[in-house]
């Protein structure tokens, strides 16, 4: 898919793992791409160099939203939250409380607050606008020693059902969907393979016969997306799509 319009995209996790396949996969001719993560390194990207873990990375971020909309001039407006983590991997009474309050933060109010602010800065713009956030089949499916990162997901998908709701009623409105990628071979997928939580061994089998997802195959299924009727608010697998 290659689109032939001028567009502005910010893609937070941009710097490793489907974050980074989504980056180096961008569809639009002509793009100014934002990398929100920690690190950088996003080819040709803009960096906002921000901790989406600590609360208060949460406004900048929401400044930045508003400082490249208020001289964008293009066709089309996308924030992908992909940014995530699995750490602690470890039964909730088990773990530490400083890394498993910061999954909650980065999982689950990470992502509505920054859609929050997405949201109230595109009001103003007359172009193509979509917010997309990256979801998990642990939303759906509790995983032992995922409790934080399950929830997160599933906190996620109810937002995306409810603000995709609420946009319907706006004209123009942005659409919301949330898409799950299902076992992609990144980062994220080896941590989970090496911890001892009970799912790891399926995943460890599913690299052994092959079965990982490529990144850049997930990213752009996941890209495809904004050519597809979908309604506002849609829960999704790449699954359904590749």
Not at 70 to 98: C, K, M, N, Q, Y
Request: include cysteine; charge should be negative; glycine fraction near 8%.
């Amino acid at each position: 898919m290659s689109r032939l319009c001028r567009a502005l995209v910010w893609i937070s996790g941009a710097s490793a793992g489907l974050g980074a396949a989504l980056a180096a996969t961008v569809p639009f001719e002509e793009a100014e791409m934002v990398d929100i993560s920690r690190r950088g390194g996003a080819p040709g990207a803009a960096h906002v160099a921000v901790d989406l873990a600590d609360p208060a990375s949460w406004e900048v971020v929401a400044a930045d939203f508003d400082q490249r909309l208020s001289d964008f001039r293009g066709d089309t407006v996308v924030f992908i939250h992909s940014a995530a983590t699995l750490t602690p991997l470890g039964s909730a009474d088990r773990v530490e409380a400083e890394p498993y309050t910061r999954n909650v933060l980065l999982n689950s109010a990470a992502a509505q607050v920054l859609g929050h602010a997405f949201l109230s800065a595109v009001t103003r713009a007359s172009c193509e606008k979509h917010l997309i956030l990256i979801s998990s089949g642990a939303a759906r499916n509790p995983h032992e020693g995922e409790s934080s990162y399950g929830a997160g997901k599933a906190a996620i998908e109810q937002w995306v059902r409810t603000v995709g709701l609420e946009q319907e009623r706006r004209a123009p409105g942005c659409r919301v969907i949330s898409v799950s990628p299902g076992a992609v071979d990144t980062e994220m997928q080896a941590e989970l393979r090496a911890s001892s939580v009970p799912d790891a061994h399926r995943f460890r089998q599913l690299e052994a016969d092959g079965q990982l997802a490529k990144p850049e195959n997930v990213a752009r299924i996941i890209w495809s997306l904004l050519d597809r009727e979908l309604p506002n608010g849609s829960v999704l697998h790449v699954r359904d799509f590749s």
